[in-house]
Nanobody
Framework: QVQLVESGGGLVQAGGSLRLSCVAS????????MGWFRQAPGKEREFVAA????????VYADSVKGRFTISRDNAKKSVYLQMNSLKPEDTAVYYC????????????????WGQGTQVTVSS
């Protein structure tokens, strides 16, 4: 089992930046693909970004490409999401997720989830 805890959310103005962190515990972290998803009120949870265990494969949703950067530090059992040029439509609860396998972009392919951290972007 893997436990995930997100942090770094908050309130920012449009155009600003935030850095989200996710710390994992449990089974070997480096064996897992890590992903970020987000969910706004009344909307489905959507894919944001994912990174493979060795960081050789990285995938971003079109909505965040060029603005967000996902990275990981296996020694620290952590994954990060650097968010720049934030827009009001980025407002959501952001979730860290993990799966034992290749990079995936759908919710049902991930096995473990954090509790989420709120990101609010004002205009």
């Amino acid at each position: 089992q893997v436990q995930l805890v997100e942090s770094g959310g908050g309130l920012v103005q449009a155009g600003g930046s935030l850095r989200l962190s996710c710390v994992a515990s449990g089974r070997t972290f480096s064996s897992y693909t890590m992903g970020w998803f987000r969910q706004a009120p009344g909307k489905e949870r959507e894919f944001v970004a994912a990174i493979s265990w060795a960081a050789r494969n990285i995938v971003y949703a079109d909505s965040v490409k060029g603005r967000f950067t996902i990275s990981r530090d296996n020694a620290k059992k952590s994954v990060y999401l650097q968010m720049n040029s934030l827009k009001p439509e980025d407002t959501a609860v952001y979730y860290c997720a993990a799966r034992l396998g290749v990079v995936a972009t759908t919710l049902n392919e991930y096995d473990y989830w954090g509790q989420g951290t709120q990101v609010t972007v004002s205009s």
